[in-house]
């Protein structure tokens, strides 16, 4: 399974962002997709996931603010960001799973200006 993440970037506090997840290869694998994130100086945080059936779990400090979803047919995951604060500042990277292995696509920089 490979994974290509888009659509980080540099937004004012309260703005919005998209981030994308398109995977390719062996996609009848994946279970679940969800995003993490990293901040400078701290450990990688679950953000949000979803899974085939579309059973969603969100980080408790993104709740009401994040959405995810999939499109199958694009076997694409989206995260939607809105609200954005400086705190969310960090690389976001794409995640899958299948019942076996844990794949990570590349980091997208997510940067919120106060």
């Known amino acids: 399974v490979q994974l290509q993440a888009s659509g980080g970037g540099l937004v004012q506090a309260g703005g919005s962002l998209r981030l994308s997840c398109a995977a390719s290869?062996?996609?009848?694998?994946?279970?679940?997709m969800g995003w993490y994130r990293q901040a400078p100086g701290k450990q990688r945080e679950l953000v949000a996931t979803?899974?085939?059936?579309?059973?969603?779990n969100f980080a408790d400090s993104v709740k009401g603010r994040f959405t995810i979803s999939r499109d199958g047919a694009k076997n694409t995951a989206y995260l939607q960001m809105n609200s954005l604060k400086p705190e969310d500042t960090a690389v976001y990277y794409c995640?899958?799973?299948?019942?076996?292995?844990?794949?990570w696509g590349q980091g997208t920089q997510v940067t919120v200006s106060s």
């Open positions: 995640n899958a799973k299948d019942y076996r292995v844990s794949y």
């Open positions: 290869g062996s996609i009848f694998r994946i279970i679940n």
């Open positions: 979803i899974t085939n059936g579309g059973s969603t």
